[in-house]
């Protein structure tokens, strides 16, 4: 595949085929820039498709040919809705090896713009002083930020953020609706090159829904779970997500179709009932279940800390859940299962609490 351009802004200066060469001959090169220039090496190679690796939330991670077409299309619809311009400043705050990371290069490429490019783990002590057009950050990422005392004027300095990854918590949500800035949290999978619409959290526009961005449609199947209508591609992305829609290009996510926990008969979406918790734990925490000789399966609450005495949550529980909502037994772990992306690993979580 022909690109329009061979060369790329990082941290202001131009990065060219021959400069991305020298560059990995370096060994002393991070790990970090190395996935980077990797990534450039393959983008500017002449192959039709980019080698991505999916997040492994539902499965083992597979490797999966995504056409560079569909990258250059998803770029330039971001571009459009957030109205960024040449020469804007874009922060790379995320692993470039993950599609999260690489659309933030494609978009800095196809836009002209600046990628300013960090280590992921940094406590991004310099948004004190700079300014940037666009960036994207995982909830982890947000939640440290925030816990500093200066946090909500550095996040300020990113006038338009992209929270994506995973969920976000109810009480982070409080906190960013008050930022001045334009803050987002994102609907997408790697197989649709990131993000497919987008879910105003700051401002006038604050949303429950996510909207589609331009040219894309969403439907549900027989079993309420999205499907993805994108015009790269003929047939839909089905998801295994449960969602109720507004239209045909808003909706809002209710959970996973395989989460869904059937105790006495009865079926359970984990996500709305963790919900309904985020106010009173502090912890990471998720809503499982166990094996039961009368229910089939009784629901568990699974918090990520050393065990502690739980009188008092479960009195609060009480006041928060109907009798057959409430979990049965509650336990703990030290260390969740998660995807090199920090997402939780359900199934592994459920097998590893089986005999609690």
Known sequence: MKLATSHIIVNDQTVTLEVISERLSNPGLSEREKE???FLNEWFSDTDFVLVQTSGSTGEPKPIELPKSVMLKSAERTI?????KKNDRLLLSL??????GKMMVVRAIVGQMNLIAVDPATDFVFLEQEIFDFGAMVPNQVFKLLELPSGMEKLQNIKNLLIGGSGISEEMEGRISQLSSRVVHTYGMTETASHIAIRELSGNRKSDFY???S???VNLNE??????YLPEFADPFQTNDLAELQSDTSFRILGRADSVIISG???YSPETLEKKLERIISERFVISSVPDEKLGQKLALVIEAKPYRTDHLEQQMNDLFTPFERPKVICFLEH???????KIRRKDLKEMIQNY
């Open 265 to 267: 008969g009865i079926k």
């Open 336 to 342: 969740f299962p998660t995807t090199v992306s920090g």
């Open 223 to 228: 079993t309420n779970c999205l499907q993805i």
């Open 211 to 213: 909207h589609c961005l």
């Open 36 to 38: 980077l220039y990797l």
């Open 80 to 84: 459009e809705y957030f109205g960024l």
């Open 95 to 100: 692993p470039s090896r993950y599609i999260a």
């Open 215 to 217: 040219g894309i449609s």
